[in-house]
């Protein structure tokens, strides 16, 4: 199924929020996402509702991912199916948040280690270099170095 619709096409790399699965109204699950909103003024959540539990299975009741880092939300994803496979504990402790982080950097470093293996086989894919980008200043010209360290200004040479 194509969807052609910008706001409910998956992107990948999109930075989220929060995610959240779990139980929802009327014998439903949930899986919510909250991101930033196209335009960047507002934050929009999209849900999307599943079949719900069966009867008489107990257990987690729902998994609430925040975004505290950059994340992506493939790497969401990653950690809320995770968190899904694990076995329920109803227990919480402060290591849980570093628990995901370090899951999250893992995967981070997985993944440049394979994209990196990955060129080194393969020298044909890796892409071209970026040209070095040269300011060309007008005849007469040049920059001028100012008393605020770092700043320079353009001057014309006499």
């Given at each position: 199924m194509n969807i052609l619709v910008p706001k409910y096409r998956r992107n990948p790399n999109e930075k989220i929020e929060s995610l959240y699965y779990g139980v929802a109204p009327g014998n439903r699950t949930v899986t919510s996402v909250v991101r930033?909103?196209?335009?960047?003024?507002?934050?929009?959540?999209?849900?999307?509702?599943?079949?719900?539990?069966?009867?008489?299975?107990?257990?987690?009741?729902?998994?609430?991912?925040?975004?505290?880092?950059?994340?992506?939300?493939?790497?969401?994803?990653y950690i809320l199916e995770a968190r899904r496979q694990k076995k329920?504990?109803?227990?919480?402790?402060?290591?849980?948040?570093?628990?995901?982080?370090?899951?999250?950097?893992?995967?981070?470093?997985?993944?440049?280690?394979a994209g990196r293996k990955y060129l080194k086989g393969n020298p044909s894919e890796r892409p071209p270099p970026r040209p070095k980008r040269v300011l060309l200043l007008p005849v007469g010209y040049k920059m001028v170095a100012t008393s605020e360290p770092g700043l320079k200004v353009l001057a014309r040479s006499a």
């Open positions: 930033r909103s196209q335009d960047g003024n507002r934050m929009e959540a999209t849900r999307t509702y599943s079949e719900g539990l069966p009867r008489g299975v107990g257990g987690q009741v729902g998994v609430l991912v925040l975004g505290g880092m950059e994340t992506t939300l493939d790497e969401m994803e329920f504990q109803p227990r919480r402790s402060v290591g849980d948040i570093m628990a995901m982080c370090r899951l999250v950097a893992e995967r981070r470093n997985e993944l440049i280690e």
